[in-house]
């Protein structure tokens, strides 16, 4: 099955289904389910005001915070769409897109492309240990039943 790295505490808010959106420099094609990889190194993002109200609002109170895991498969999500600008709270706009220079010296704004998420599921028990990838990548071992 296809599986992506993402930083935490990006990939638990996703499989949670907090987060309905995943924000990438490259666009794809792909639609369907693929595995959650949180990865390695951990990111201390800065929240909106917005987006820590949905957080605290649907964060479920019985629910372990996963945030910190790291190396792990967590759980899947389906990608439906990728969009550019989309309305959703978590999507970057292409305005705030990353700045460089191409090959020619001009200074070109790459688009941030909108993955939209749908049919989160957060496995019971995460699979531990496992390296992660640039981009897509399969992963052929056993995925548990949630």
């Known amino acids: ?8 505490p990006w990939a638990y808010l996703i499989c949670s289904g907090i987060k309905n959106i995943e924000n990438r420099t490259w666009s794809t094609k792909f639609k369907g389910r693929f595995l959650i990889h949180a990865s390695r190194k951990l990111c201390n993002p800065e929240f ?10 649907l964060m479920p ?4 915070w996963r945030g910190n895991i790291q190396s792990a498969i967590i759980g899947s999500v389906e990608i439906v769409d990728c969009a550019l600008n989309h309305k959703s ?13 191409d090959d ?3 200074l070109k704004i790459k688009p941030i492309y909108n993955w939209v998420l749908k049919n989160p599921i957060m496995f019971e028990k995460p699979i531990y240990n496992v390296k992660g990838k640039l981009s897509f990548w399969d992963y052929n071992e056993q995925i548990p039943e949630s």
């Open 61 to 64: 109170i019985n629910d372990v």
């Open 48 to 57: 909106t005001e917005e987006q820590e109200r949905q957080i605290k609002r």
């Open 1 to 8: 099955m296809k599986a992506i790295s993402i930083k935490n």
């Open 104 to 106: 020619s010296g001009e």
């Open 89 to 101: 709270m978590w999507a970057e706009h292409v305005v705030a897109g990353i700045m460089n220079i």
